[in-house]
């Protein structure tokens, strides 16, 4: 099994991942769509986990989102 904290590349995962819900604390190295776990805040990660901007959370949770998000073409 491969733990997913050093994912580079978004993840193609069929549907196994739905029931699971891991949490990213901030100071973590990774990219991806990360929702905030306490006020649902979405940020686009590039690098590190920030704290989230709205409310000063620490933990994330992967945003359900893959590939690119098709609201950057409105
Ligand atoms: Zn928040």
Known sequence: MHEPGEATN???RADDARDYVEFWPAGVA???WFLCTACGNTVIVRQ???RCML???RLWERAQI???PAWTAV
Do not use: D, I, K, M
């Open 30 to 32: 990774t990219s991806g």
């Open 66 to 68: 893959r590939g690119t």
């Open 55 to 57: 409310c000063g959370e």
């Open 48 to 50: 590190v986990l920030p």
């Open 10 to 12: 978004p993840a193609v």
